[in-house]
């Protein structure tokens, strides 16, 4: 390194490399063992060369009492190498720094540099450790938190560094310590701009993210929108510093406008790409114009300014860019499981609808078949029967509409979730179902008593489906008492359930059967449970879910003593 101004570079750009050692770090933790190097062994070499020369490129405007650089790249180059390189890349580094003091101007070298040396690769070394411990900059998806971390981890690398430089630079001749101060001043400003425009790009190529987001990009585009950039920058660069309509430092905030449209369209890759070029093009502006020291001392703190507030800002636009992806990506596993879903669901409305039919029509063609038998005899017995064959033949013709409707009616409920409600009279739904069952009650020895309530208000149902969940009920309570030995009766109740709102209307149907065994009652309207030897487990299950699409519930009382159901119902009250 040629000068303490080299040094100051290297802090920041140590800090800049730290980054990558960050994420490598967190290789090693997981890994149980040392993280693979990324760079190739001929970048290594690249980097150390351009630490050796990178003084003479940098040092632009020397100054009788010291030179002011307007950034130092030492540190950059330094921490990418310890970063990213090989093993042996410390050593190799405190190589380049003694190399490098040794080929500067007018630098004064004796034997004190060698601990200077020492002392500057430790600090390039703990900054590449920090960096990769706790930042991510090797790879394609910079966060502002690893701004921060490269930002809190250069600036304390970047002081250290020129503490060391600029001492060794007091020690040496030419130089007094009153100079001291204003030296360490400039040579941090160089440092931690360096590391701020170098850095990020140099991590990056080195762990070979750089050239994939090239690749995805690709390099038609980029050189595109580098053509564009140029000329923009070309452009600016000639108002500000050639036309001069304004003082050239008043008017150079205007390079903020093209930093800012990379950094939204390219992220942290599109700055840490064109940093350098806008470093470059505004060098070449201030040596054409011939700036003065203290003049490009000032440029140095406005592309320092520049350098970290688009790092900002292309980190949070990577950063809304993988937002917007995740939330694409979340918005399009959503339709997917939304799509499943809705199959699902049609496939299980067709599995109920089926199991509805199989169960509930059931009822209607076992009559059916008993009128029709029914009818073979009376047809047999002669013209002396004839009034009995016609009033059978009508039944089986209600039972036939009846299984119609009811088929209708419940392929149009799974296909489409459709009621036909109606305003029904309690009565007529229980008394309906007193019709189709009383058969069944008759050959089984079944009472049938009904209690209403005074003034009971009607019921706003699909009477056919609400008649099939009844229907059920009662069917069930046939069931039970045909094989009980004890008095057999079933006991329908209706009356308006006390403080609801809106109104409801409760029936209860209740045996006098031998109750629902207690294993069975907590999965009662589950489906597939069922006590009968050829049940299917299914009426319970499906007239619960009639009843609560139609804004009712029904429901086990196990603390009455008869055998009782309870079915709500809306009122039209």
């Not at 002392?119 to 411990?133: G, K």
């Not at 093209?258 to 201030?286: C, D, E, K």
């Not at 694409?328 to 809705?342: C, I, P």
Request: with cysteine; proline share 6%; hydrophobic share 55%.
């Amino acid at each position: 390194m040629s000068s303490a101004r080299n040094h100051e570079l290297p802090g920041l750009a140590a800090l800049m490399d730290a980054p990558a050692r960050v994420h490598m770090a967190d290789a090693h933790h997981k890994s149980g063992g040392p993280a693979a190097a990324a760079m190739p062994f001929w970048l290594a070499i690249l980097f150390l060369a351009a630490y050796v020369f990178a003084d003479p490129a940098t040092g632009l405007f020397p100054n009788p009492r010291f030179g002011v650089q307007p950034l130092s790249a030492h540190p950059a180059f330094a921490i990418a190498l310890i970063a990213l390189g090989p093993a042996k890349a410390v050593a190799a580094v405190f190589a380049a720094v003694l190399v490098g003091w040794a080929l500067a101007r007018d630098s004064g070298f004796t034997l004190a540099a060698v601990p200077a040396a020492a002392a500057i690769t430790a600090i390039y070394w703990l900054a590449a450790r920090a960096l990769r411990r706790w930042a991510r900059w090797d790879t394609g998806a910079v966060r502002p938190r690893d701004v921060n971390v490269l930002l809190a981890v250069c600036l304390p690398a970047a002081i250290l560094c020129t503490a060391v430089d600029g001492l060794r630079q007091i020690a040496g001749p030419g130089l007094t310590a009153a100079a001291l101060p204003l030296l360490s001043l400039r040579l941090f400003v160089a440092n931690l701009l360096g590391l701020a425009v170098l850095a990020p790009l140099l991590l990056q190529w080195a762990s070979g993210s750089w050239t994939a987001q090239l690749k995805r990009i690709g390099l038609g585009v980029a050189l595109r929108e580098l053509l564009v950039f140029l000329l923009a920058l070309g452009g600016l660069l000639e108002l500000v510093f050639g036309l001069r309509p304004l003082d050239e430092f008043r008017m150079s905030y205007l390079l903020f406008l093209p930093m800012i449209v990379a950094a939204m369209r390219r992220g942290v890759f599109g700055v840490a790409t064109l940093l350098p070029v806008v470093q470059l093009g505004l060098l070449a502006a201030l040596m054409l114009i011939g700036t003065r020291a203290g003049t490009a001392f000032e440029f140095q703190i406005l592309m320092l300014t520049l350098a970290i507030a688009t790092l900002y800002l292309g980190a949070l636009s990577d950063e809304r860019q993988r937002a917007a992806a995740s939330l694409a990506e979340q918005e399009r596993a959503l339709r997917e499981r939304g799509l499943a879903l809705a199959e699902a669901q049609r496939m299980a409305s067709t599995a109920e609808l089926a199991a509805a039919l199989a169960h509930d029509l059931s009822q209607p063609l076992s009559a059916i078949g008993t009128y029709a038998s029914a009818s073979q005899v009376l047809a047999a017995r002669g013209p002396a029967d004839h009034a009995k064959l016609l009033e059978t033949l009508e039944q089986i013709t209600r039972e036939s509409a009846r299984a119609g409707q009811y088929l209708r009616r419940m392929r149009d409920f799974f296909r489409t979730g459709s009621m036909r409600e109606e305003t029904v009279a309690v009565a007529e739904l229980l008394e309906t179902t007193r019709a189709h069952l009383q058969g069944r009650m008759r050959r089984g020895g079944i009472g049938w008593h009904l209690s209403l309530e005074t003034a009971l208000p009607p019921v706003q149902v699909d009477s056919v489906q609400i008649g099939a969940v009844l229907g059920n009920l009662v069917g069930n309570a046939c069931d039970v008492l045909a094989e009980h030995p004890g008095p057999r009766t079933i006991h329908a109740r209706a009356f308006v359930v006390a403080g609801s709102n809106p109104a409801l209307v409760r029936i209860l149907v209740e045996d006098s059967g031998p109750g629902v065994p207690p294993e069975l009652r907590p999965r009662l309207f589950l489906p597939l449970a069922t006590s009968k030897p050829n049940g299917m487990g299914l009426g319970l299950a499906l007239s619960r879910s009639i009843a609560e699409r139609q804004g009712g519930h029904l429901w086990f009382d196990d603390s009455r003593a008869p055998t009782t159901f309870c079915l709500d119902l809306r009122s039209h009250a």
